[in-house]
């Protein structure tokens, strides 16, 4: 992952967090290995930072190839070397008032 730099032992060294970093934001993250039922994907409401173990990603959804999502864990943590790219996503409200 771009904004993390690992050591040898695959824990976290130190962090270079991009500007739009919050303590609260929707992302899609990707995983080097699958994890959820053979997923790459997940949709999170909010990730947070677990010093020395990985990425607690809150509300999660796993995402298909095909687009569609399955619901699993609400909170899923993933180590640090199993995140290939964790990027940021824009919620749009929808017509009943959810959000997509």
């Known amino acids: 992952m771009n904004n993390t730099i690992l050591t040898d032992n695959k824990e976290i060294e130190t962090l270079d967090l991009p500007s739009w970093w919050s303590d609260d ?14 997923h790459r994907q997940l949709f999170a409401a909010d990730v947070d930072v677990l010093p020395g173990v990985g990425f607690a990603f809150y509300e999660v959804q796993w995402l298909s190839k095909d687009g569609s999502s399955s619901d699993g864990p609400l909170t899923t943590i993933v180590p640090f070397n199993n995140i290939e790219s964790i990027e940021q996503v824009e919620t749009v409200e929808a017509e009943d008032g959810g959000l997509k």
Request: hydrophobic share 45%; proline share 7%.
């Open 25 to 38: 934001f929707p992302c899609v993250a990707t995983l080097l290995k699958t994890r959820f039922k053979g």
